[in-house]
């Protein structure tokens, strides 16, 4: 696996350089004490890993990766702990480490960039001010820079609002950069369904249904009549 090194201070690029070569098939093929280097690098060579510095002057570790269109695998390396939820936001960065970084802690990273499948891209535009990400039973959205962790079941509605998406919750409403097809694939099947082109609602929360419209709670959803069918499949009929 090929690496490249981006940390402003020459005595960390050391360490990790350090680190690296204890570790098997690890190659170290370049280091950089800014960015802007490593940009120029990146645009002629591919590499598989990145071992990127958080604070640097002029151009951040998130401002380096912002300007890559097919970013490889990123392990951050910072002595300071504040961004590991805005890390989350990457689907590239596969860990976040702390200096001083200890050996065992830095094997445990490099065999997540091992076995990570994702050599996927920064965020897209749907979810470039989102960061949606969704578990079993929780969904993360992304809301001025902070990750807020909603309970999918506790979900009524969302509706479409040009660039954005209104969820209303049982107990809060949000509102968010993203589209309705961004969301419905976070979503589970079994509990959600597009009723309109502009609303995604919780089945389970249905009050009321009469002719071309849903209640939930105060609210009156319209059913359009292709997606209608559907809706009656799902509903538990007597």
């Known amino acids: 696996m090929n690496c490249i090194i981006i940390d402003d201070e020459e005595t960390a690029r050391a360490i990790i350089q350090q680190l690296c070569s204890q570790v098997e098939g690890l190659n170290v093929i370049e280091e950089f004490p800014n960015a802007i280097q490593a940009i120029k690098f990146l645009n002629n060579s591919t590499i598989d890993l990145i071992f990127l510095d958080i604070h640097m002057p002029d151009f951040t570790g998130f401002d380096f990766i912002q300007t890559l269109k097919n970013p490889p695998k990123i392990i951050l390396t910072t002595s300071d702990k504040n961004f590991a939820l805005e890390a989350f936001e990457y689907d590239c960065i596969v860990d976040y480490l702390v200096k001083p970084i200890t ?115 105060k609210d009156v959803i319209p059913v359009s009549r292709s997606n209608r069918p559907e809706l009656m499949k799902r509903l538990n009929l007597l």
């Open 103 to 217: 050996l065992p802690r830095f094997l445990k990273a490099i065999q997540k960039a091992e076995t990570s499948t994702s050599t996927a891209s920064t965020k897209t535009p749907d979810d470039s001010s989102t960061g949606i990400s969704s578990g079993e039973n929780d969904l993360y959205i992304n809301i001025d820079r902070r990750l807020i962790k909603i309970d999918i079941p506790t979900i009524n509605i969302i509706e479409a609002k040009g660039d954005y998406i209104l969820i209303k919750t049982e107990s809060q409403n949000y509102t968010v950069h993203s589209t309705l097809k961004k969301i419905e694939e976070k979503l589970p099947n079994d509990l959600f369904l597009k009723v309109h082109r502009s609303y995604v609602i919780n089945i389970k929360k249905i009050i009321d249904i009469e002719d071309n419209s849903v209640l939930i709670k």
